[in-house]
């Protein structure tokens, strides 16, 4: 069981490209913080230029988590190459600073988990400039809720909750994973249209979900899966 519940999150990490978010926390309006791991490839035991390149790939993969927090996933997808040129490519002007909270080396691979505090305004200003957030601007309001699903006991558990999230929620117009691991799955939903309390009781009227904590002001919502009998 284990075995297998290993085996799907690693496909889960290639299908999906998790980030492995720890949290979201928003202060000063346009600031928030988000922990992220980046690794590197450890080439002729260079460990000190592989640790940079780890820290370097985990403040860019908290700008990406950052950007689709702000524009669905297909308008990443389809704009890939406009963001790439236009935001990744200059992740470092958005990180306000940051802290290694973890590191190790496995192998040939560096690992280094990081949490940075962005200027998230800013990027929302050059997404803006790009012209990516005019479409959801002219829908009605998007809304971005940070779900802790507890209950995750494998990876099928993880898909039907995507399933119920996607066909049960109203409003619900895509899902992002941040984490997953034995017990836990933690998403980004974007909530056409609505807010956090109406999201809970779209999530509550499903059947399949008990509500644990909800916090309006930080978008953030954990809940526990229930399982059919």
Sequence with gaps: MKKNF???FLIALCIFSLLSVEGFSQHNGGVR???AEG???IINNDIENARNNAIRNSLQKAVECAVLTLIPRTTAAKKSQVIRNGIYAKSDEYIHDYRIIGEEQVQTIYK???KSTLFVSSISDDLQALG???AVKNDATLTSAIVT?????NYADYIKVRELLKTRVSGVRNCQPQRLERGMARLIVNIQGGNIPSFADGLMKTGRFSLDTMSVDQNYIEVTFLKQK
């Design 132 to 134: 990516l957030l005019t």
């Design 33 to 35: 913080i988000v922990d």
């Design 6 to 8: 290993f085996i799907g």
């Design 149 to 153: 699903v507890q209950g995750i006991e």
């Design 39 to 41: 690794t590197s490839i």
């Design 112 to 114: 280094v988990d990081i």
